[in-house]
């Protein structure tokens, strides 16, 4: 799929579905369960109660720690909603038993297939593109896709997060899925030869690194990089102009695209509501949020992207089956633990 900034008028269901529910579901409630962090987040919750007269009540915390919780509370539990990011979460959402297939004819036909579960139990709502970023001045030849980034050429210059964290699991898994788990060790242990330090902190830190000198080359989720152009990141925003970037895999896979997204819980209390909130998500509103608000792609195609996100340009991303990747988290897991990616 590509993503343009192209307006397209989508009529289904979803963008309607924010009057036609407010009569069915007034005064209702929806127990949120999120571990998103994003204060831009406000107005997506916000406007679905403005239009259906549902609370929304919001219990926030780390994804694991929040599906543990949702496991303890067993059949007891208020959450009707489990938000998250990164497809690795999602299955294990899915894995522990925390959440249930729908029946959702509006999800069905807004997301698209590779970004919902096979079993209907998550559905994506946004995406980021893990980005590879260089300094300009001291990277000629930047690497054109992931495997390129363990080339020997590139020793000592390259920058990464931990193997703890799931963007680097659900980037592994996907090279499994895309070139084989041979070619992905090989690419694995590649990376930590070329590593310019120990693999630490966030995104953000990857791109700071970049204007520190740390390091050359990075990788880091999109929006990380779309925030800094749009608003003041210390020790990135005022020289973000060194910093290029590159779509990877163009000519092959395309950009690896990381998920956020959620389900219903196995035993949400109030159940329709928790759907009639999955398919606000979905709905051309909704969707805008992600992106005006966050520097999210939205899943729902056609939906118009913010002018900061436009602005990295049109790319083709990787439209991989997430449920097939996820499927390659163990061996991903091994792989890290074999080449000693901290
Ligand atoms: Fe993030």
Redesign the pocket.
Same mark, same amino acid.
């Given at each position: 799929m590509a993503f343009t900034s192209t307006f397209t008028s989508l009529a289904l269901a979803g963008a309607t579905l924010a009057a036609g529910t407010a009569a069915a579901f007034a005064d209702g409630e929806v127990n949120l369960y999120s571990s998103r962090h994003y204060d831009t987040d406000e107005r997506l919750y916000s406007d679905f109660t403005d239009a259906t007269g549902i609370t929304i009540n919001r219990i926030e915390g780390k994804a694991d720690e929040l599906i543990a919780r949702m496991q303890a509370e067993g059949a007891n539990s208020p959450a009707d909603v489990l938000l998250t990011?990164d497809t690795s979460r999602l299955t294990r959402a899915k894995d522990s038993g925390v959440l249930q297939s729908i029946d959702s004819d509006v999800l069905e036909q807004r997301i698209p297939a590779n970004l919902q579960d096979d079993d209907n139990q998550w559905f994506g709502f946004s995406q980021r593109a893990r980005i590879i970023f260089y300094d300009k001045a001291d990277v000629q030849d930047p690497p054109m896709d992931y495997l390129s980034l363990a080339d020997p050429e590139y020793k000592g210059m390259v920058c990464h997060r931990s193997s703890s964290n799931t963007y680097s699991q659900t980037l592994l898994a996907s090279v499994i899925e895309n070139h084989g788990e041979e070619a992905a060790r090989a690419w694995a242990q590649g990376m930590v030869d070329n590593f310019a330090r120990d693999p630490q902190g966030g995104?953000t830190d990857q791109l700071r690194a970049l204007i520190s000198g740390e390091c050359e080359i990075s990788i880091a989720?999109s %929006? %990380?990089f779309a925030r800094a152009l749009r608003t003041d990141v210390t020790g990135l925003s005022e020289e973000i102009d060194r910093i290029g970037w590159i779509f990877p895999a163009q000519e092959a896979e395309g950009a690896h695209m990381n998920l956020s997204g959620g389900g219903v819980a196995a035993n949400a209390p109030n159940r329709e509501n928790a759907v009639a909130f999955l398919e606000y998500l979905s709905s051309d509103q909704a969707q805008q949020y992600f992106s005006n608000g966050n520097d999210e792609f939205p899943t729902v195609e056609g939906v118009p992207l913010s002018e900061t996100v436009a602005k990295l340009g049109e790319f083709k991303a990787d439209d991989v089956n997430l449920s097939s990747v996820a499927e390659n988290l163990p061996a991903a897991q091994r792989i890290f633990n074999d080449v000693g990616w901290k």
């Amino acid at each position: 799929m590509a993503f343009t900034s192209t307006f397209t008028s989508l009529a289904l269901a979803g963008a309607t579905l924010a009057a036609g529910t407010a009569a069915a579901f007034a005064d209702g409630e929806v127990n949120l369960y999120s571990s998103r962090h994003y204060d831009t987040d406000e107005r997506l919750y916000s406007d679905f109660t403005d239009a259906t007269g549902i609370t929304i009540n919001r219990i926030e915390g780390k994804a694991d720690e929040l599906i543990a919780r949702m496991q303890a509370e067993g059949a007891n539990s208020p959450a009707d909603v489990l938000l998250t990011v990164d497809t690795s979460r999602l299955t294990r959402a899915k894995d522990s038993g925390v959440l249930q297939s729908i029946d959702s004819d509006v999800l069905e036909q807004r997301i698209p297939a590779n970004l919902q579960d096979d079993d209907n139990q998550w559905f994506g709502f946004s995406q980021r593109a893990r980005i590879i970023f260089y300094d300009k001045a001291d990277v000629q030849d930047p690497p054109m896709d992931y495997l390129s980034l363990a080339d020997p050429e590139y020793k000592g210059m390259v920058c990464h997060r931990s193997s703890s964290n799931t963007y680097s699991q659900t980037l592994l898994a996907s090279v499994i899925e895309n070139h084989g788990e041979e070619a992905a060790r090989a690419w694995a242990q590649g990376m930590v030869d070329n590593f310019a330090r120990d693999p630490q902190g966030g995104d953000t830190d990857q791109l700071r690194a970049l204007i520190s000198g740390e390091c050359e080359i990075s990788i880091a989720n999109s %929006y %990380y990089f779309a925030r800094a152009l749009r608003t003041d990141v210390t020790g990135l925003s005022e020289e973000i102009d060194r910093i290029g970037w590159i779509f990877p895999a163009q000519e092959a896979e395309g950009a690896h695209m990381n998920l956020s997204g959620g389900g219903v819980a196995a035993n949400a209390p109030n159940r329709e509501n928790a759907v009639a909130f999955l398919e606000y998500l979905s709905s051309d509103q909704a969707q805008q949020y992600f992106s005006n608000g966050n520097d999210e792609f939205p899943t729902v195609e056609g939906v118009p992207l913010s002018e900061t996100v436009a602005k990295l340009g049109e790319f083709k991303a990787d439209d991989v089956n997430l449920s097939s990747v996820a499927e390659n988290l163990p061996a991903a897991q091994r792989i890290f633990n074999d080449v000693g990616w901290k």
